[in-house]
């Protein structure tokens, strides 16, 4: 659930996600210029990053993920 992905080659690094996030999920890391998940299980997919986003490097889905248990 929530944020999908940030594709790092169209993030130019703006901060914009990081504004309009209002639960603080995302960070920017200021050497690559690029925004990064910082928190994911926090995210309420709200799309507010991937509406904002003014190139479309942000991709959030509305579907909680049910990962695979694995037997270790």
């Known amino acids: 659930m929530g944020i999908r992905r940030i594709d790092e080659e169209l993030c130019n690094g703006c ?3 990081v504004e309009n996030c209002p639960l603080d999920v995302l960070r920017l890391d200021l050497k690559k210029k690029v925004a990064f998940i910082k928190y994911l299980e926090d995210c309420q ?11 479309g490097a942000i991709t959030v889905t509305p579907y909680r993920e049910r990962r695979t248990p694995l037997s270790w």
Not at 45 to 55: D, G, K, M, W, Y
């Open 15 to 17: 901060g914009i996600c």
């Open 45 to 55: 997919s709200c799309f507010l990053c991937e509406r904002e986003c003014p190139i």
